[in-house]
């Protein structure tokens, strides 16, 4: 768990206070929305000053446009001319001049590095970083030879990483008449399936595997073709993940295939940038009168399951610009899906979201037939099962659809905990026509006596008989009460921003440690 300074949450530099301060926005003038910006890009305006030419920068000529009328910054080597963007930023001007002139790549994925930066700014590309002089890399790049060689289970030699060699991941694979076998051998003993995410489509294989903050992958366009559907089998004691194909044919492969992208690579998750997948929309159903739940179904080719406390990306082209915004998914019901995780349906993801009328985003989501497809991200999030691990009381606050993470962690909790004593989720809308399943809050306090619920409304109508109000530290400290006086607790939070933000401080106030509270952001 993260440690929190009694001065400040999130602790500087951690993800959690990267990940609130990526959702903070400022109110921008009228005429400046997403919507604004994607019809300036249409427009045919010359967005980057160069008239229609792309040109080498340097260092030295980058850092020159470091003022807000003049303001150019580098992304993973292509160089933007961010000026005429400055007030459509929902994050406001001053966040987007912390890279003025400079190499924003960190900051930006820091911030929020699902964001499809080349889609968004496409018309204001100025060009390429000129590349610098290197002295020598033979010890660390493989040779043309190398990398163009078909794939037969022998693992090239990759950059070196500064780790050591005994853990990092290698893959191998067999064959026999009907089937073929890909074997990664991961070098952990606590690897589970949740840590795998595979895709197999149009005889593409690509298979990755998470070891702590890195991530593994084997990426193939496959010899010769196979069904669609593939086995991944996960030995968790051993750290090995098996993938088994099935041959449309009964040949013998001479080798597994040509390498795409980044196979064969062993390299931070952070540097690996964000895979998308298909899944089809089969069905949505209302929850309230402007929440919808939403169920995916993952192709036949994939195998990804999304860890407790995780988000993914949703992304849709709107307007020929590619808009991406994070869900947390939940279950499809609070009650009668409670059961032995291990059991849960593998093959759909469940997503509660609120649409917006006047949206950008969700009334084009809202209008999806079911049937047809939607963009879905690997998941992401630094929430951990470890932290709720020999937790005696647990304590949800939410806010509106910052209700979603606390689904899957109460399912979690309820049904594989022993140690846990109590979960108390305080839950805070606006009126009694917002309360995200209700009745299947309150049936669930009925069926577990170690679950109990208290609906808070900050505009409710005249016969509402509950408490009303905002976060406040009057409400946290009835709220947040030990089952005995050294019981080891945990606080999740969720919500908009300045709810988390105030509530931490209430929590804080009141003398909880920053070990005891996680944050859930995204």
Not at 120 to 144: Q, Y
Not at 341 to 363: A, C, E, R, V
Not at 364 to 391: C, H, R, T, W
């Amino acid at each position: 768990m993260l440690n929190i300074p009694s001065q400040a949450f999130p602790a500087p530099g951690s993800q959690q206070r990267v990940a609130v301060a990526g959702r903070s926005k400022v109110p921008l003038k009228p005429g400046r929305s997403l919507m604004d910006w994607i019809r300036l890009t249409k427009s045919g305006k010359d967005l980057t000053g160069l008239k229609g030419r792309l040109i080498e920068v340097t260092e030295e000529e980058l850092s020159k446009h470091n003022k807000k009328d003049d303001c150019w910054i580098c992304i993973r080597g292509l160089v933007y001319n961010v000026t005429p963007y400055m007030e459509y930023h929902p994050g406001g001007e001053d966040e987007l001049m912390k890279a003025a002139g400079t190499d924003g790549t960190d900051l930006f994925d820091q911030v929020h590095r699902w964001v499809n930066y080349e889609s968004m700014l496409k018309e204001c590309l100025v060009g390429r970083m000129a590349l610098k002089p290197v002295a020598s890399f033979k010890e660390t790049c493989p040779t043309v030879s190398e990398e163009e060689r078909v794939l037969n289970g022998m693992l090239p030699k990759n950059k070196v990483l500064e780790i050591s060699k005994e853990v990092i991941p290698s893959y191998d694979w067999f064959q026999t008449d009907g089937s073929v076998t890909v074997v990664m051998y991961t070098k952990q003993k606590s690897m589970n399936s949740e840590l795998v995410i595979a895709d197999l489509q149009e005889d593409r294989l690509r298979g990755e595997i998470i070891v702590k903050d890195y991530s593994y992958l084997i990426h193939v366009e496959l010899s010769c073709a196979v069904h669609e559907d593939m086995i991944v089998q996960v030995s968790e004691k051993v750290g090995k993940v098996e993938f088994v194909l099935k041959k449309k044919e009964t040949l013998s492969w001479k080798n597994l295939g040509q390498p795409l992208e980044g196979h064969n690579s062993f390299v931070k998750c952070t540097d690996r940038g964000l895979y998308y997948r298909k899944c089809k929309l089969i069905s949505k159903a209302n929850v309230t009168h402007d929440t919808r739940l939403f169920c995916l179904m993952l192709l036949p080719g994939t195998h990804l399951q999304v860890p407790v406390g995780h988000h993914i990306y949703l992304k849709q082209t709107i307007s020929g610009t590619e808009i991406v915004k994070p869900y947390t998914p939940v279950s499809s019901s609070l009650v009668s899906t409670f059961k032995d995780p291990s059991h849960n349906d593998k093959m759909h993801i469940f997503f509660m979201i609120k649409i917006y009328p006047s949206g950008l985003f969700t009334p084009v989501l809202d209008s999806i037939e079911i049937g047809e497809y939607i963009s879905l991200s690997n998941p992401e999030g630094n929430f951990i099962k470890m932290q709720a691990e020999d937790v005696e009381d647990l304590f949800l606050l939410a806010a509106g659809t910052g209700f979603t993470p606390m689904v899957k962690l109460l399912n979690y909790v309820l049904t594989s905990s022993s140690s846990l004593s109590s979960v108390k989720l305080m839950f805070f809308n606006k009126t009694e026509d917002d309360i995200l399943w209700r009745n299947q809050l309150k049936q669930l306090a009925l069926n577990d006596a170690r679950f109990d619920v208290e609906f808070i409304l900050s505009k409710p109508n005249k016969e509402w008989t509950g408490k009303q109000g905002n976060i406040s530290s009057s409400l946290l400290s009835e709220f947040v009460k030990r089952s005995k006086c050294d019981s080891k607790i945990l606080i999740c939070i969720c919500g908009p921003l300045p709810f988390m933000e105030q509530g931490i401080q209430f929590l804080q106030d009141l003398g909880i440690s920053g070990e005891e509270i996680h944050c859930f952001t995204a």
